[in-house]
């Protein structure tokens, strides 16, 4: 995954998005262009721990999906519920390329 370093902080690809997207309301409100320094204070301020915690329930939320039909899936295949097996079988086979490829996609919403 890519970083943004700003000022010493690390922030995701999305991340940085998010602070671009509060700049430009900033500024909006503000009438004139409030600078990304300040932009990102408020941000980290105001709104980077509840973006932080929606952000990755919203992830893990998905993940539970994907383990679940992975899951079903595999129960179906052998003819019965194969439970927390299956479950870590998508974890070691699947979890590590899941991620990066919802990274990937989430780079910018």
């Known amino acids: ?14 991340e940085f998005h998010a602070i671009e997207v509060h700049k430009y309301f900033l500024s909006e409100k503000a009438g004139y262009d409030v600078g990304i320094d300040f932009a990102v204070a408020d941000w980290l301020e105001h709104y980077a721990v509840k973006w932080r ?4 329930k919203k992830e893990l ?6 383990i679940e039909k992975h899951k079903w899936i ?3 295949k052998a ?3 194969l439970g ?6 998508w ?19």
């Open 53 to 56: 915690q929606d952000r990755l």
């Open 61 to 66: 939320d998905e993940q539970i999906l994907e």
């Open 79 to 81: 003819g019965f519920d």
């Open 84 to 89: 927390n097996h299956a479950a870590l079988d």
């Open 91 to 109: 974890v070691v086979k699947h979890a590590a390329h899941w991620r990066e490829h919802q990274e990937h996609c989430r780079r910018f919403k």
């Open 74 to 76: 595999e129960s179906e």
């Open 1 to 14: 995954m890519d970083w943004f370093i700003f000022r010493g902080e690390h922030f995701t690809p999305a």
